[in-house]
C-alpha cells in the first residue's frame, strides 16, 4: 500500500520535479501549484489529468529554453 502511494505521489508531482531542472523561478511556482491542485483533484477518477499535463508542458517548456539558452551561449 505505502509503495502505490509513494509512486502515485511521486508521479502527481513529477511536473514540479521536472522543472527544478529548468531556470525560470515562475514555472517552478506553476508546476507546484498545477501538481498540488492534481492531488486534490486525483480523488476522482482521471481528475488529475488536465492538471497534470499542463504542470508537464509548463515544466519542459522551462527546460528547453535552458537548453536552448546554454546551446546559443
Do not use: C, H, N
Not at 40 to 65: D, H, N, R
Amino acid at each position: 500500500m505505502a509503495d502505490v502511494t509513494l509512486g502515485t505521489l511521486f508521479i502527481l508531482f513529477l511536473p514540479f520535479l521536472v522543472s527544478l531542472v529548468g531556470q525560470g523561478g515562475m514555472a517552478k511556482m506553476l508546476t507546484l501549484v498545477t501538481s498540488l491542485l492534481a492531488l486534490l483533484l486525483s480523488v476522482k477518477q482521471y481528475g488529475a489529468v488536465l492538471p497534470w499535463i499542463t504542470g508537464m508542458a509548463i515544466a519542459l517548456i522551462s527546460v528547453w529554453e535552458r537548453i536552448r539558452q546554454r546551446r546559443m551561449a
